[in-house]
């Protein structure tokens, strides 16, 4: 990239002024893939675009080879902490913005739910740009009827809603250990090792983490209870998951969409209404597999046919 700055100009470097955001032509043009994955509906969230911890190949892969009639953007897509104190945006993050605009000129629906690393953006609610709906907040119904209230989820941490200042510290030491990660990662793809995440094991080997976690899925399946909806979809924690809770003798569906850091992870509905959380790296894999195999049964072909 010649000049990471460029994608920006004047009041862009604080992220106010969405409806200018520049986006050049893809850096690597979208493949010829010939069958994409056809979903009902997407989910992804906390992709922090704009930061070394997003991992931008593997999103770009997991946009070249799926489709949907409906795509929610379930917050922090854009990192707006780590843009106003240093400006990084490869083009492989603009590709990124490329894709998911032009999946929306493509009739796609795209919904936009801002979180608390792309605040700014939540004063647009109720606006559209380039084909893309910005709402607080927003409810799906399945194919199967059910209705899922769809929301980021820092509404309901109690760190972001008390201790404002913790969350910014603990962003700085998260920061820290994917930079760890990054380096850990390196040496694994030199090694043809797969991809993993440092991060997402320390999470779950750490008690107060994991506490954390359950308390806050029981507190955000608890609200969508009270709202009288079938379950709820959110992303924030990092931590893509189902559960399943009872709330006053009805029974409420907890589903986090993870993210694109650590995880790398989708929710995605089929057109049946059935549910499925995507792990794109095991996803990966298992397409390359197949390749393998047919790679194999054509050389086996060919030592026959000889």
Request: charged content about 25%; glycine content about 10%.
């Amino acid at each position: 990239m010649t000049n990471e700055t460029d994608a920006f100009d004047g009041d862009l470097a604080d992220l106010t002024n969405i409806a200018a955001f520049p986006v050049r032509q893809p850096t690597v043009p979208e493949p010829e893939i010939g069958e994409r994955k056809c979903y009902r509906t997407i989910w992804i969230s906390d992709v922090h675009l704009g930061t070394r911890g997003c991992n931008a190949d593997l999103l770009i892969d997991f946009l070249d080879h799926t489709d949907s009639e409906t795509m929610y953007l379930v917050g922090d897509i854009i990192d707006g902490w780590r843009l106003k104190k240093k400006v990084y945006w490869p083009d492989a993050h603009n590709d990124i913005v490329w894709r998911v605009l032009k999946r929306a000129k493509r009739g796609t629906r795209i919904v936009y739910i801002p979180g608390n690393h792309d605040e700014m953006v939540r004063q647009f609610s109720g606006m559209h740009f380039g084909g893309v709906e910005i709402q607080r907040a927003a409810f799906h119904t399945t194919a199967d009827g059910r209705k899922l209230m769809v929301l980021h989820g820092d509404e309901f941490d109690a760190v972001m809603l008390a201790h404002r200042w913790l969350a910014f510290v603990g962003d700085a030491l998260y920061t820290l250990m994917m930079g760890l990660s990054r380096w850990v990662n390196s040496v694994r793809q030199a090694l043809g090792l797969s991809y993993w995440s440092l991060s997402k094991v320390a999470k779950h080997k750490v008690k107060n983490a994991v506490e954390f976690i359950g308390r806050y899925e029981e507190v955000v399946a608890r609200a969508a209870a009270e709202r009288g909806v079938d379950g709820v979809v959110c992303g924030h924690i990092h931590t893509a998951e189902f559960r399943e809770f009872s709330h006053n003798g009805k029974s409420v569906e907890y589903w986090n969409d993870g993210d694109w850091v650590e995880g790398c992870n989708a929710l995605v509905e089929h057109f049946d209404g059935r549910m499925e959380i995507l792990h794109w790296p095991d996803e990966i894999a298992r397409r390359n597999r197949g390749q393998d195999q047919v790679d194999g049964a054509s050389g086996d072909g060919s030592l026959a046919a000889a």
